[in-house]
């Protein structure tokens, strides 16, 4: 079933043009939604701001070379591995979410723009692609939103207490699950349209909202965690303190307490409160 | 100085949540991110500050002894068992930085086993010594007498407010 093309079938019933207008226009309404998010949010204007602020406050010059270094382990790091998250469950969930979206997003628009005509010989891969990609999308988000997500984990809100901040993730997951049910159920009539209707009024819901969920975090994520390590590598360090180290002389002699209960060459003292998960309550 | 949180910088991880003593961390219910509902109820013991991983809390000293433009940052590294400061004023000419032990055994490897301990005695109950004092906080080095008490140092308390 999942090396089915869907959108194949759906040709019988829905022009191939039209289809593929969707996706240009699911595709505007994201790029506008991210530039007014961005005005509406002042999040550029934030963004330059502090950058010069932390440029003023620079120990050493940063050179092009480093950038670029710095710029690939943002790539590798924070972007592509998500290790911005501190917290290991949400940091899976994440990246499980994050895939299956550009998967799922990816193989969609392919499939419509490559082979969604009745007699198109749709490679197998590909239509499993995007089955896997809603599935991935669906557990990483459901873990999300029935267990990780803060309010359940930290403030003790219902799963079922819908909010504002909830119009992402929420339609995301929609989208996501009523293709798999609109996949599953072809050929099957009323109850087939039924879930087609209900998937595309999730993806416009997903895609015409940007301005007031965050799915322009995607944007500016990689940027700030890209500025955050040249403000380590500038020394800038946001105000925040040197990175001491507790074995060099000199810190020892400027520090006297490290060397008198710590010894000359501390050990690693390992996770504090981190070794237990922030639910204490 | 209550503390404050750079939206920017949260990802809702919910620790300042956990750790705060006066439980007036919460998450807003718009956009996800830690907020201190109650400044005037913060006492600024600064164990969110310590606990964010992001270094996404800040303090905000009052104007009257602390002038704005001023920042006191903190670093708790928990591998290092050091926590770091670095004070910052706002005429630029103070730069402190301070550097502390906050362990000297990785964590989790010295938790007293007091359930093995024997049950206190009437003369511990009746003594003004917490338990396993003096040995614990280090003053009987030199016998009983080293303690430091008001009478050893040949100080009395004087009736009414002094300063």
Known sequence: ?281 | MPTFVYMTRCDGCGQCVDICPSDIMHIDKTLRRAYNIEPNMCWECYSCVKACPHHAIDVRGYADFAPLGHSVRVHRDEEKGTIAWRIKFRNGKKDFDLLAPITTKPWGTAIPKLANESAPDDSMRNSHLLYNEPKYIQLDKDGKDSLHTLKSNKLSMKAGVYY
């Open chain 1, 1 to 281: 079933m999942i090396t089915n093309n869907p959108f194949a079938e759906l040709s019988a019933t829905i022009p191939e043009f039209a289809m593929q207008a969707y996706v240009v226009a699911m595709f505007l309404l994201v790029i506008g939604g991210t530039v007014l998010d961005m005005i509406h949010k002042k999040s550029a204007q934030y963004f330059f701001e502090n950058a010069k602020k932390a440029e003023k406050d620079a120990k050493r010059t940063v050179s092009g070379g480093e950038k670029v270094s710095m710029a690939i382990s943002t790539l590798t790091s924070e972007v592509l591995t998500s290790s911005e998250f501190q917290n290991t469950r949400r940091r899976i969930s994440h990246l499980f979410t994050m895939y299956g979206f550009i998967i799922f997003v990816a193989s969609t628009a392919w499939l419509i723009f490559g082979y969604a005509s009745v007699d198109a010989a749709t490679p197998s891969w590909l239509a499993a692609a995007w089955h896997l990609g809603a599935a991935s999308l669906c557990f990483g988000g459901y873990w999300f939103w029935f267990s990780i997500r803060v309010d359940v984990s930290a403030e003790g809100v219902k799963w079922y207490d819908l909010r504002l901040a909830d119009l992402f993730i929420l339609s995301c997951l929609m989208m996501a699950t009523f293709a798999l049910l609109w996949s599953a159920t072809m050929g099957g009539g009323t109850l087939n349209m039924l879930f087609f209707a209900a998937f595309i009024i999730a993806s416009t819901t997903l895609f015409s909202t940007v301005m007031w969920s965050k799915f322009a975090h995607m944007f500016f994520k990689p940027a700030a965690a890209y500025q955050k390590r040249v403000t380590k590598a500038d020394e800038s360090r946001e105000g925040l303190p040197a990175d001491y180290d507790l074995t060099d002389p000199a810190v020892q002699a400027k520090y006297p307490d490290i060397p008198e209960y710590m010894g000359t060459n501390p050990p690693n003292m390992g996770a504090g409160i981190r070794r237990e998960r922030a639910n204490h309550y």
